[in-house]
């Protein structure tokens, strides 16, 4: 039995860590397994831990510390090691991004701050408790949408930048002839 990865996987995580993103995996599959994956796919870093959810500790400032790792694998891991995660990583100022698609990653899904849930084989759970589905279940959608979310946002600075200049040379003489 051979379950490949996704066409396109490696390259989405290449363009992710291109653009500051730290890409992990969090899952419930054996250790080898997941290991296997994430260095087929490119997410396994060297030097990267491979981490089992026994080995959590479970101080969260530790916890924190310890997966705030590009590239970690975390395998054996149950949903509430998940959602610890997720929280951990959130005290550390991080902005956390987490992909489910069953009924136990709702909590995980929920906590983080952009819960993203798989719409063709994920769970109604899952679905309700995340802030983004996936329409096409792949990891490249998810890298497309954090382009076209950058280039929204510098284009709305461009704007207001521009139009806050302008305004200023506009009003400076009503203001200075009001005086």
């Given at each position: 039995?051979?379950?490949?990865?996704?066409?396109?996987?490696?390259?989405?995580?290449?363009?992710?860590?291109?653009?500051?993103?730290?890409?992990?995996?969090?899952?419930?599959?054996?250790p080898v397994t997941a290991a296997?994956?994430?260095?087929?796919?490119?997410?396994?870093?060297?030097?990267?831990?491979?981490?089992?959810?026994?080995?959590?500790?479970?101080?969260?400032?530790?916890?924190?510390?310890?997966?705030?790792?590009?590239?970690?694998?975390?395998?054996?891991?149950?949903?509430?090691d998940k959602l610890r995660i997720?929280?951990?990583?959130?005290?550390?100022?991080?902005?956390?991004?987490?992909?489910?698609?069953?009924?136990?990653?709702?909590?995980?899904?929920?906590?983080?701050?952009?819960?993203?849930?798989?719409?063709?084989?994920?769970?109604?759970?899952?679905?309700?408790?995340?802030?983004?589905?996936?329409?096409?279940?792949?990891?490249?959608?998810?890298?497309?949408?954090?382009?076209?979310?950058?280039?929204?946002?510098?284009?709305?600075?461009r704007f207001l930048t521009y139009?806050?200049?302008?305004?200023?040379?506009?009003?400076?003489?009503?203001?200075?002839?009001?005086?």
């Open positions: 039995m051979q379950d490949p990865p996704r066409e396109g996987v490696r390259t989405a995580i290449d363009a992710c860590r291109k653009a500051g993103v730290r890409v992990a995996m969090i899952t419930g599959d054996h296997a994956i994430a260095t087929v796919t490119g997410l396994h870093l060297a030097g990267a831990p491979v981490l089992e959810g026994s080995d959590l500790p479970a101080d969260e400032a530790a916890l924190g510390e310890l997966v705030d790792v590009d590239g970690i694998v975390l395998a054996r891991v149950s949903p509430e997720a929280r951990a990583l959130r005290a550390r100022g991080h902005v956390v991004a987490m992909t489910g698609d069953g009924v136990n990653d709702g909590p995980a899904l929920h906590e983080a701050d952009i819960g993203i849930a798989m719409g063709q084989s994920g769970t109604d759970v899952a679905r309700e408790a995340a802030d983004l589905v996936l329409l096409d279940d792949r990891f490249d959608s998810i890298v497309a949408g954090i382009e076209q979310g950058r280039a929204t946002f510098v284009n709305m600075r139009h806050l200049t302008d305004n200023v040379a506009e009003l400076t003489p009503f203001v200075v002839w009001a005086l």
